[in-house]
């Protein structure tokens, strides 16, 4: 390679080297302008996705504590199912009077299994198993049965607020 052509390079580089470091500055101060705009984009989605979540939530217990009133759905099952969605939902409602028994009837059910746990064991224990379940069902048919009609109560009058 000449020497000439080798000074020119050097040269060139030599002047590039303040063009890229202003190119570099220019996009930096593109990004952290943009930074605050699309923080605040995020936390907006959030804000849509969250109030979503919470319009889910309320229908799912709506939709669970109606099938308990009409006695689609064993009152077992809701109450379970309401009392994990109330932890979701609003925790601070299973201190309140009538949305305690879900928790209390959770509680009480907790250790019986479930799902794959539950087609894997004896069928007789099973069916021990499910008398004792009809039997707290049965115990607190109507306090599982206030709480749901107080849930739906509450539901429709934080809607209609």
Do not use: C
Not at 2 to 27: A, E
Not at 32 to 56: C, F, I, T, W, Y
Not at 60 to 75: K, N
Request: hydrophobic share 45%; net charge positive; aromatic share 4%.
């Amino acid at each position: 390679m000449s020497d000439n052509l080798l000074w020119s390079l050097i040269i060139l580089g030599v002047l590039l080297i303040p063009v890229l470091m202003m190119v570099i500055r220019k996009q930096l101060s593109l990004i952290r302008a943009a930074k605050p705009e699309a923080h605040q984009a995020v936390r907006e989605d959030q804000m849509v996705s969250g109030n979503k979540h919470q319009l889910d939530l309320r229908e799912s217990l709506r939709v669970i504590a109606t099938l308990a009133l009409d006695d689609q759905v064993e009152l077992s099952e809701a109450s379970i199912r309401i009392k994990v969605l109330i932890d979701h939902f609003d925790a601070d409602l299973h201190a309140q009077a009538p949305f305690k028994i879900f928790e209390e009837v959770y509680l009480a059910l907790q250790h019986m299994p479930t799902h794959q746990a539950r087609k894997a064991t004896d069928k007789k224990f099973i069916r021990k198993l499910d008398q004792q379940r009809f039997a707290i069902e049965s115990r607190n048919r109507e306090r599982i049965r206030a709480g749901a009609r107080a849930l739906l109560e509450r539901l429709s009058e934080e809607k209609a607020g």
